[in-house]
């Protein structure tokens, strides 16, 4: 099973809301990833968990809050979010510590936020 | 920060032809990984590249690791209608010791009936 799973697959909330995406994988992976994706860019790095702990944070705002309850979840709570948050949020998994990139990093489908 | 650039941006080309794209850097890198990613989908992994010269064949995709270790390239053979999407190249990135995956600018295949 190569599956990362990532629910919900589309969400629209108001500035003032609060949500939670969710990421899920059963690979045995103990690092998880969250990206977010604008139209026709490429993915840009936001949180790294490795070993369920945070390793790594791009300097993004505290309207966006990462939690990695267990080794197989992810979750990205969200809050007072502004309509240019509105993207393609994006969970990956990889095997191995952050940095260990001879393992690959499998990605969820993706949640397309919409902020209104 | 550190950018990889892809080109072509984008390619229109009819079934059957084949397709060659390549992203650079300024810096060396250790690893290329290629990816393809469907609309409203998250990237999926074609090609892991681990070795300066090494070319690797997936079907009928092959890459290749450039020599110089700032380059990489990929070709599609006989493209099929599924090949359309965009393609990224990506590679991990060295920031104040932390490693994070880089991704390419992108190149966007598109199928022309």
């Known amino acids: 099973d190569t599956e990362v799973t990532q629910t919900p697959k589309h969400l629209v909330m108001g500035m003032t809301n609060k949500k939670s995406l969710k990421c899920e994988q059963h690979?045995?992976?103990?690092?998880m990833y969250w990206y977010k994706q604008k139209a026709k860019k490429p993915p840009e790095l936001m949180f790294v968990y490795s070993y369920e702990k945070l390793s790594i944070n791009e300097s993004v705002p505290s309207r966006f809050s990462p939690e990695c309850p267990n080794s197989s979840l992810l979750n990205l709570h969200l809050h007072a979010l502004q309509p240019e948050d509105s993207a393609l949020y994006l969970c990956?998994?990889?095997?191995?510590?952050?940095?260990?990139?001879?393992?690959?990093?499998?990605f969820g489908p993706g949640t397309r936020l919409l902020v209104l | 920060g550190q950018q990889l650039n892809q080109s072509p941006q984008s390619m229109f080309i009819q079934e059957g032809e084949d397709v060659s794209m390549n992203c650079t850097s300024s810096?060396?890198?250790?690893?290329w990984l290629w990816y393809k990613q469907d609309p409203g989908e998250g990237p999926v992994l074609l090609i892991a590249?681990?070795?300066?010269?090494e070319l690797t064949s997936n079907g009928r995709l092959t890459a290749q690791f450039g020599i110089t270790r700032k380059d990489s390239f990929l070709n599609i053979s006989a493209s099929i209608p599924s090949d359309v999407g965009i393609y990224f190249c990506?590679?991990?990135?060295?920031?104040?010791?932390?490693?994070?995956?880089?991704f390419g600018t992108g190149t966007r295949l598109t199928i022309i009936p």
């Open positions: 990956a998994s990889s095997q191995g510590p952050s940095g260990s990139f001879e393992e690959t990093q499998y």
């Open positions: 810096s060396i890198f250790n690893t």
């Open positions: 990506a590679g991990p990135f060295s920031n104040f010791g932390n490693e994070k995956l880089t």
């Open positions: 590249l681990y070795k300066a010269g």
């Open positions: 690979m045995g992976h103990r690092a």
